[in-house]
Every structure is written in structure tokens, then in C-alpha cells.
DNA sequence: CTCAAATTGTAACATAGTTTACATTCTTTT
DNA sequence: AAAAGAATGTAAACTATGTTACAATTTGAG
């Protein structure tokens, strides 16, 4: 029980490592992306998706005025864009690089062929859309029974648990992931240094009190 | 472009009809469930995923406190509990039906010698699990960015979607699947009558003016 | 080194939606 | 037919968060 529940976002800590989607991107070209870079967008056809060969990735849903709410942050050796992929409707998120990035785009004819040679890939494909299920629950469950302050703290949990104690991010993308205005973020972020869990630096967040951020729930 | 978007939940329109799970099913005994029984609980491990011969099921989410949050109707022909079963972690959903059912429980030995005997069904499985994930993502969204306003009228349209234009179900249950408390429920609902936009009974709502509700975001 | 841009801190104010409470209406049971 | 239970309508008080605004700090670019 490591990390128990804390899948909540940019959470596959679950199961990292244990995908090997190589196999799916072998053969193909490797292209760069710049930070910022659009990889889709949400509303558009999906004709391809992703493997990640080296970066950071976030998944995003975007409303009409222009507010972002961060879905999943990928990282290396994970895949993306795989759902709208394959039930064939158009994108429900965008996703962008939040770092360089080298990645592979998968298309039609080669996932067909590979999953066709590699069977063992679709149960792996099944465990991996499974595993997404869970986490947008989870994203479900939080976002309607969780105050702000837990979020926040489930959060930084979550981030912690890939990056280790010192979480790099600004409190816009807290916001933007955990779904409160920036404002929230630096206000609750405050009374969480108040009482000694974190120390606040500029553009990171330091976790003193891991276990005190547990028991907000 | 009949139906857009609307898999806000209890969706599964976009897809109705097109799945073919008897397969999966064959051979398995059928089990009876009354109303309001429990199939399965949110933190119990997941042995067994369902297909429904007839009745229909809801999957909701429990809060601490009790509240509950209703994320997917599953009717006759579908399948449900399928993504805790193949990523192997607890229930992160309860379901309890909600008319008579008749239900078969599929194991894993049954599950994965059916796979290995139709091969096509990984990939139904794939597409399947694709389409939830899109349908939860849908489900952040909105919660995430329309008013409750706009969510319900959202859910009525889906829900007429699949019931036709009179919609039979309890403001206590709208709130419970649009995330809001039941009190909001009654007093929009009460706006768009007097708007003339639908017709309250006791226990249903007809839509007269579909277009309208549409409008409203 | 300087200036512009990004990030953070904090306060006042606005508000959508919850909670609580109670009356009313409809349905089912006896 | 009466009584009990469900479902609905509506109002008042409350609250968590968003919004707006602006100052202070840090970083990066030229």
C-alpha cells in the first residue's frame, strides 16, 4: 500500500514501468516537439496516436472561455490519444508538450499489422484503457466529493510520488489540474506552509509533511 | 449527427446496439436481481465483470457522507464492471440495479478462454473501453465547465436519447447524475417549464422543446 | 545591468449552489 | 377511505470558491 489511491492525475505511478509499448512504435520515425508544442486537438479526427519516447506530455480539456483543466500528464514510455483512436470519434481532450519530446506517431495500418502479429498487445492494450478508466473515476470522485485543499493536497501527493519530495510546477498548473482558480491554489498553498507541510519556492513546492497532507481526508 | 455529443451518461447511444457481447455471455447461468441490489461495491476486488440480458443497472460513486454520484446507465446487451476486473485493482464504483435484471457474471476462465477463442472480441474490448474512457472524459468536462443549468438540460436530452421524449425519473436521481444537490434540480427544472421548455409530472418530465434545451449552451 | 515577463501573495467583493426547513401534492398501502 | 410514504415546490441563510485587482518578488532576455 505504497501509494494506495493516488492515481488521482499524472498518476500512472501504478503501474510504471510495467508497459512495454516499444513494440508498438518500432520502425517508426521518432519526431521532435518543442515545449508548447500542439501534439491534437481537441474536436479533431483521430488518425493517429502516440508513443513517447522521451518528454512529458499533458492532456487537457479546454472550455469556451479558454479555461484549461489538465486530465493526465504522459511521460516516457507511456502511450497517448489511444481512445479517440479507437472508438473513432473525434478528440474530447488536446494534449501538448510540456517538455522537449521525441515521439512516435502510431497510424492505422501499423497498429493493426503489429497488433495483429503481437496478440499478447491487445490484452496489454485492454489493461491499459482499464487502468485509464480508473483514473478519470477517480477524477470523477474527486472533483465531486473533495474540498479545494484536498485536491490540492491529493495532489501534490500524486506529483510527489513520481518527481519525489520536491514537486516543480506553479500554482496556475495546480490549478488548471486540480480544477480551482490560481488564486485558491496560492491561498490554500499558504495555510499548507502555515502549518509546516510544505515550503513554497518559486516554481516548486517542497513536501515536509507528507503524512499531515494524507490526513486532510 | 443526429445525437452529437450527448454521452454525457447513460450515453452509450453513440454505440447502441453495436456491441455484441452474447458471446462473452454464452453458456453462463443468468441470475436474478430485484431493484435496488447490490451487484457490486466500490473497494470490493473485482472477480467477475457482467453482461446484462435484460434490465438496467446504474454504476455510482459513494461519498464519505453518503452522497452519491450516479456516473453510467447500463441497459440490456451491455456489459459493465469490466475495467476493475482487467487492470486488477478494487471497484472504484458501486452498481446496484435499477429494475428487475437478469444477469451473467463472467469469470476469469471464462473470460480469457472466450478471448482466446474469438480473437475479435479483444478488439470490441478495446473499442468498448475506448468509448468509456470518452464518455468520463465528457463527464469531467462538463462538470468541469457548465453550469447546472446547462448539465441538466445536457442529461435530459440524453436521457431522451434513450427513453424518448418522456423522460421517467426523480429530481432526486437527476441531481445524483448531473452532480447537483436535489434542490437545484426542482428549481431549474422549474425555469424551463415556465420557460416552456418541458412538462413536469410526478416522476417524469416530457421535453417539448428540445431545440431550446440545446440552446442553452 | 536593466527591463520585461512570469510567478506569487493577499484582500475585497461577488455568486452559484448547498443546506435546512417546511408545506404541498401525488401515490401506494392497508 | 385513511394513512403513510415519496416526490416536489420554494424560501432563507450560509459557504466555499471564483473574480478582480494590485503589489511584491523572482527569473530570464537583451
Known amino acids: 500500500m505504497e501509494h494506495q489511491e493516488f492515481q488521482f492525475f499524472g498518476g500512472r505511478a501504478s503501474e510504471r514501468g510495467s508497459w512495454d509499448w516499444e513494440l508498438l512504435a518500432n520502425g517508426l520515425p521518432l519526431q521532435d516537439y518543442r515545449p508548447g508544442q500542439l501534439i491534437y486537438l481537441q474536436g479533431s479526427q483521430a488518425t493517429h496516436f502516440y508513443y513517447i519516447s522521451s518528454g512529458r506530455i499533458k492532456s487537457y480539456l ?51 499489422r503489429t497488433l495483429r502479429q503481437n496478440p499478447q498487445l491487445s490484452m496489454s492494450m485492454i489493461r491499459y484503457l482499464a487502468m485509464t478508466v480508473r483514473q478519470l473515476s477517480t477524477h470523477v470522485d474527486d472533483t465531486a466529493f473533495l474540498r479545494a485543499d484536498q ?67
Chains 1, 2 share one sequence.
Do not use: N, W
Request: a neutral charge; proline letters at 2%.
Open 62 to 112: 479546454t472550455s469556451q472561455d479558454g479555461a484549461e483543466r489538465i486530465l493526465t500528464v504522459y511521460r516516457q514510455g507511456e502511450i497517448l490519444g489511444e481512445a479517440s483512436f479507437f472508438d473513432g470519434q473525434p478528440r474530447v481532450s488536446s494534449a501538448t508538450a510540456l517538455t522537449k519530446c521525441r515521439i512516435a506517431a502510431i497510424d492505422r495500418e501499423h497498429c493493426d
Open 151 to 217: 485536491r490540492i493536497a491529493r495532489l501534490l501527493l500524486a506529483l510527489a510520488e513520481e518527481d519525489g519530495v520536491t514537486v516543480h510546477c506553479t500554482h496556475e498548473f495546480l490549478g488548471g489540474a486540480a480544477g480551482v482558480s490560481r488564486v485558491t491554489v496560492s491561498r490554500v498553498l499558504g495555510q499548507f506552509q502555515k502549518c509546516g507541510m510544505i515550503h513554497l519556492g518559486y516554481g516548486s513546492i517542497r513536501l515536509l509533511e507528507p503524512k499531515a497532507l494524507e490526513r486532510l481526508f
